[in-house]
């Protein structure tokens, strides 16, 4: 059996003295597009932003490709090969689409590779080469949300670790973001994402485990909790 690429293990997390996360277990496989679903204040972005090291106070484990990195500060996360697209859009808005680009690729010293780095993104993205002169600001609420995903993926991480990715967005754009998802899940690429649109998520995934007042509630095939009627009552909407 092949090792997962990320493995939480009883994670428990607290805003100060309030804590939030209750031994939380989830792992990802290379390969997987994982999504974690479950109502407001579940803790989802609190998971998220443990792995991504936003988040200090927390015990238990957070193993990636074979290394607990619980104890890890933010700004070390993305040269382990983990790109994060936090919840909300946040580019760069004064500043160019390529300037935004150029912005995830800060550990690339070299400047040639860099700028290959940014081909790689505009090729996945032609909207955003299109745009590539842009104020960042100037674009539509989907092609920002392109651009955070592009920024995430400059340094080629191993796992991309998206918040909310279609929060917000009016119905053409979420279609649009769960397009560039389903690319990124056909080139093999690795994602675990947090989604309030959750039937949408639960179809793009492989597996996706259902988070409750800090807890892992159910987790299964994204196909099986799709079909589950606890999960449809529960998370959604009943249909
Ligand atoms: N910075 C913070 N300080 C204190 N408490 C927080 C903070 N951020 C979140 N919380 C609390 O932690 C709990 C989990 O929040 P979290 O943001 O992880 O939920 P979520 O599942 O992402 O919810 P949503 O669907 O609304 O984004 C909630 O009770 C929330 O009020
Ligand atoms: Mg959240």
Redesign the pocket.
Known sequence: MTEPLLTINKLDAA??P?Q??FGVDMEVYRGEIVA?I????????????AVVGL?KSRSGQIVFDGRDIIRLPAHAVPRLGIGYVP?GRIVFSHMTVTDNLEMGAFLIKDREQRRRSVDAVFAQFPRLHERRQQAAGSLSGGEQQMLAIGRAMMLDPQLIIL??PS?GLSPKYVEQIFEQLEELKAQGRTLLM?E?NAARALTLSDRGYV?EL?RNRFHDTGRALLADKAVRELYLGGR
């Open positions: 805003y100060g309030v939030v996360l974690i479950g109502p407001n204040g579940a803790g989802k972005s609190t998971v998220i932003k988040l919840q918040d909310e929060l947090v309030q988070l800090g």
